[in-house]
Nanobody
Framework: QVQLVESGGGLVQAGGSLRLSCAAS????????MGWFRQAPGKEREFVAA????????RYADSVKGRFTIARDNAKNAVYLQMNRLKSEDTAVYYC????????????????WGQGTQVTVSS
């Protein structure tokens, strides 16, 4: 079955960096677009970033544009989220997801989800 496993979360001070990874299995990874979402306590899960199956195109939420970078390695069946200049409002559980469409920004566009990894930014 399809599995998406996130890693790399943790506690970091404001202004610091983290790199999240998502390892995929059970699907033809190179045919799926991938996305990152996040969910803070008491809030809806929101779109963060997406990348097409080739990696040639990306999309970002305005709140992270210029600070976060999504990338993928199809040879390793992995997608990454480099997060720089972290802010306290970036604190959330971060999820990766797989999408047969094009740079989806809504949850309903994604077919598979990981379990999430916690990112906590202290101010």
């Amino acid at each position: 079955q399809v599995q998406l496993v996130e890693s790399g979360g943790g506690l970091v001070q404001a202004g610091g960096s983290l790199r999240l990874s998502c390892a995929a299995s059970g699907l033809t990874f190179s045919t799926y677009g991938m996305g990152w979402f996040r969910q803070a306590p008491g809030k809806e899960r929101e779109f963060v970033a997406a990348i097409t199956w080739t990696g040639a195109n990306t999309r970002y939420a305005d709140s992270v544009k210029g600070r976060f970078t999504i990338a993928r390695d199809n040879a390793k069946n992995a997608v990454y989220l480099q997060m720089n200049r972290l802010k306290s409002e970036d604190t959330a559980v971060y999820y990766c997801a797989a999408d047969r469409g094009w740079l989806g920004v809504s949850r309903g566009e994604y077919d598979y989800w990981g379990q999430g990894t916690q990112v906590t930014v202290s101010s």
